[in-house]
């Protein structure tokens, strides 16, 4: 199956700084790539739809300026965590989905964010 | 896109069959109901979806009553390896990929 990868794993960085995790498609070309958030105990929360060449769609409550995502190629896009805060911490998923009229949607292994 | 109904949650001998249910009773005729699980501290895993067949691949098969209004994901050999949130999803070719993950049905099988 396809494969979506993930990078880091696993970041914990300091209030007020900013993290930027990345998201690839590794063997297929991804017209469109998602973005979730999963606190602990809950389900997965949408964030932002991200189209190759085109600007986010945010989800309601989700502040753009402060999560930044820039999907610049169809194997990559980005999730940056602006000026980051503890109620940031959670575990980030992304998604990317080929496009090809299967409506599929293949999963990265997520990324743990811990905020001090 | 409609929305879904799960048991929070359910056990299961190892070997033995997991039969997990799912009401989605105001689903529309161009839904799709897909399966997807989350092992713990990992993605979301696709697993199997159907319009209204029943389906079966090599994870699982998929059951969807006649009226459409619910569905069971059987595990044919449940395996300690099985044990996850399971999400049944119903979403439309007209509304944009995104899923709409419910609270899912956490299955723990024992030994």
């Known amino acids: 199956g396809a494969v979506v990868s993930q990078h880091p794993s696993r970041v914990i960085c300091k209030s007020g700084t900013s993290v930027k995790i990345e998201c690839r498609s590794l063997?297929?070309?991804?017209?469109?790539m998602f973005w979730y958030r999963q606190f602990p105990k809950q389900s997965l929360m949408l964030m932002a739809t991200s189209n190759e060449g085109s600007k986010a769609t945010y989800e309601q409550g989700v502040e753009k300026d402060k999560f930044l995502i820039n999907h610049a190629s169809l194997t990559l896009s980005t999730l940056t965590v602006t000026s980051a805060h503890p109620e940031d911490s959670s575990f980030y998923i992304c998604?990317?989905?080929?496009?090809?009229?299967?409506?599929?949607?293949?999963f990265g292994p997520g990324t743990r964010l811990t905020v001090t | 896109d409609a929305k879904t109904t799960q048991p929070p949650s359910m056990d299961c001998a190892e070997g033995r069959a997991a039969n997990l249910p799912c009401n989605h009773s105001?689903?529309?005729?161009?839904?799709?109901v897909y399966w997807y699980r989350q092992i713990h501290s990992q993605g979301p895993q696709y697993i199997i979806h159907?319009?209204?067949n029943n389906e079966t691949n090599e994870m699982a098969s998929l059951i969807i009553t006649e009226d459409r209004k619910s569905s069971t994901l059987i595990l044919p050999h449940a395996t300690l390896r099985d044990t996850a949130v399971y999400y049944c999803?119903?979403?439309?070719?007209?509304?944009?990929?995104?899923?709409?993950f419910g609270k899912g049905t956490s299955l723990l099988v024992t030994p």
């Open positions: 105001t689903i529309s005729g161009n839904e799709y």
């Open positions: 998604s990317a989905s080929p496009g090809d009229g299967s409506y599929e949607q293949y």
């Open positions: 063997d297929f070309q991804a017209t469109t």
């Open positions: 159907g319009l209204k």
């Open positions: 999803i119903v979403k439309g070719s007209n509304s944009g990929y995104a899923l709409n």
